[in-house]
């Protein structure tokens, strides 16, 4: 079974920083795309970033510019670099990886870790 653990959340002051984690264990078969997702109290989640094995990357429009989201192929693992956080950046922040296997795609989720943007 693939899981993902997430780590790096916490509490932050706007114009903070903060780097996520995200590893995975278990898979058999190479993971393909691995990104982030996020969600607010009394939001929809929302696409935060996601990135290739080759190293291609996608970034929400209000993210651009302020977060970096990179991958270790070696580890499966990824990394989810905030900077310049603002108080909209709250959320619950989850890590997902796709992995095919037999021409059918599967999607794993981590457990969500806490971001909060207060001073």
């Known amino acids: 079974q693939v899981q993902l653990v997430e780590s790096g959340g916490g509490l932050v002051q706007p114009g903070g920083s903060l780097r996520l984690s995200c590893a995975a264990s278990g898979s058999r078969s190479s993971i393909d795309a691995m990104g982030w997702y996020r969600q607010a109290p009394g939001k929809q989640r929302e696409l935060v970033a996601e990135?290739?094995?080759?190293?291609?990357?996608k970034y929400a429009d209000p993210v651009k510019g302020r977060f970096t989201i990179s991958r270790d192929n070696a580890k499966n693992t990824q990394y989810l670099q905030m900077s310049s956080l603002k108080p909209e950046d709250t959320a619950v922040y989850h890590c997902y990886c796709q992995i095919w296997v037999g021409g059918v795609r599967y999607d794993y989720w981590g457990q969500g870790t806490q971001v909060t943007v207060s001073s």
């Open positions: 990135i290739t094995p080759d190293g291609s990357t």
